[in-house]
């Protein structure tokens, strides 16, 4: 019976892998999205790093062309954009959420594959809600 449950391990392990690929690898088209879109998306990128950098950044700033960020705070690591809502990475991985939802013909079971590929990935934490590290002084 062993070799069943070690064949249905490595058969979900190649499935996940599989699956966090596609998610990984699925890009936006800039160019698919309106102009005043992309700015609005980069006016909030801007403000979303100022606020989780405590408005203190090496480097903010955000291509309208192509949705290029820059996101470095000065006093400590910048944390994860893609896990904060108003951030370029959350506004695409939403954007394709809907883009597969749209184009799932509303199959209910296409529907919630979208969800799973990309939906639950989307970052969902308030840039306001981010606590700075401490820091020491020695």
Not at 76 to 92: E, F, Q, R
Request: aromatic share 8%; hydrophobic share 35%; charged share 10%.
């Amino acid at each position: 019976m062993f070799p069943h449950n070690l064949l249905f391990v490595v058969f979900i392990g190649l499935l996940l892998a599989s699956f966090l690929d596609t998610q990984a690898n699925a890009q936006l088209n800039p160019a698919s999205i309106s102009l005043d879109l992309r700015k609005t998306w980069c006016r909030s990128q801007i403000s979303a790093c100022d606020e989780l950098c405590s408005s203190v950044t090496s480097s903010n700033d955000c291509a309208v062309e192509t949705l290029a960020y820059n996101c470095e705070c000065t006093n400590y690591p910048t944390p994860s954009l893609a896990s904060y809502s108003g951030t370029v990475p959350t506004l695409v991985c939403f954007q394709l959420s809907e883009n597969c939802k749209e184009s799932s013909g509303g199959s209910i079971s296409k529907i919630n594959q979208c969800q799973l590929q990309f939906g639950v990935h989307c970052g969902t934490q308030f840039p306001v809600d981010f606590m700075p590290p401490a820091t020491t002084t020695s």
